[in-house]
């Protein structure tokens, strides 16, 4: 079993960027791929990116991609997502996950075995 610990959330103006850290606590995410995923208010959870623990590819949502980066940090047992140019469409809850998605269902969270408690990211205009 996997347990996720986000980190990194707060509040940051327009424009400005924050550095969201997901880690594998016990170990590491082995071959597992890990998935970052926002909730705002009154709205679906959304699917932003996500990265394979072992072996390469990373993958996108077309609403984020551009702005956020998500990268591993092998010291830490960590994935980062880092977050660009925020604006107040950005202000959620964000959730990280470990899962076994295929190419096509990156984004579908039935595919995602364990989630982190999340990590709210607040932007003011």
């Known amino acids: 079993q996997v347990q996720l610990v986000e980190s990194g959330g707060g509040l940051v103006q327009a424009g400005g960027s924050l550095r969201l850290s997901c880690a594998a606590s016990?170990?590491?995410?082995?071959?597992?791929?890990v998935g970052w995923f926002r909730q705002a208010p009154g709205k679906e959870r959304e699917w932003l990116a996500t990265?394979?623990?072992?072996?390469?590819?990373?993958f996108y949502a077309n609403s984020v991609k551009g702005r956020f980066s998500i990268s591993k940090d092998r010291a830490i047992s960590a994935v980062i997502l880092q977050m660009n140019s925020l604006n107040s469409d950005d202000t959620a809850v964000y959730s990280c996950?470990?899962?076994?998605?295929?190419?096509?269902?990156?984004?579908?969270?039935?595919?995602?075995?364990?989630w982190g408690q999340g990590t709210q990211v607040t932007v003011s205009s």
């Open positions: 996950a470990a899962g076994r998605p295929i190419a096509s269902s990156m984004h579908t969270e039935t595919a995602y075995y364990y």
């Open positions: 016990g170990g590491t995410f082995g071959s597992y791929a």
């Open positions: 990265i394979r623990w072992s072996g390469g590819g990373t």
